[in-house]
């Protein structure tokens, strides 16, 4: 799965506050007599700022919702079942995928990540057979007090490994 990086939007949107800030904490050393335009400046960005970052969020979140339907309409259509929850609770762990033979039908690749809530709910919906061999507690003890399960893919010869730490 390709990961979704910072477009040039949303890295103006993270800068802002920055420059903004420091624009007017020049203007408020400069004396008492700017005080007034740093006020000004603060309250024109503050309000662009409350409209401008929900629109950047919508943006983010559809774009988010976009990548979990394709996830699930490639899954649904190669017969794969795709699960939001692990049977793994009372802290939060993190699933990453350390290594693969073959090519995971579903894009998953060494290097992806899921983060598991101490509830249980995954951050990305991961396929059953790798929830299966994480939750049934197949994991070799790692240095970190993790370890390593396998996922055996369902339509093919190719194998998951993940490290949950």
């Known amino acids: 799965m390709k990961p979704i990086g910072l477009g040039l939007p949303q890295?103006?949107?993270l800068?802002?506050?920055a420059a903004v800030g420091g624009m007017v904490m020049a203007l408020l050393i400069q004396g008492?007599?700017?005080?007034r335009y740093a006020a000004a400046v603060g309250v024109?960005?503050?309000?662009t700022y409350g409209i401008v970052v929900p629109a950047l969020a919508a943006e983010i979140i559809a774009e988010a919702?976009?990548?979990?339907?394709a996830l699930r309409a490639r899954a649904q259509a190669l017969g794969i079942m795709l699960s939001n929850?692990?049977?793994i609770r009372g802290r939060r762990t993190a699933v990453t995928v350390v290594g693969a033979v073959g090519t995971c039908p579903l894009g998953f690749k060494p290097g992806d990540r899921r983060l598991v809530s101490s509830e249980g709910r995954l951050d990305r919906p991961l396929c059953h057979p790798a929830v299966a061999g994480i939750t049934n507690r197949h994991l070799r003890p790692g240095p970190n007090g993790g370890g390593n399960a396998h996922c055996v893919c369902p339509i093919g010869g190719q194998m998951l490994t993940l490290k949950v730490q």
């Open 32 to 35: 008492a007599e700017t005080a």
């Open 65 to 69: 919702r976009a990548v979990h339907a």
């Open 44 to 47: 024109v960005v503050g309000l």
């Open 15 to 17: 800068a802002l506050p």
């Open 11 to 13: 890295l103006l949107v």
């Open 85 to 87: 929850r692990m049977d």
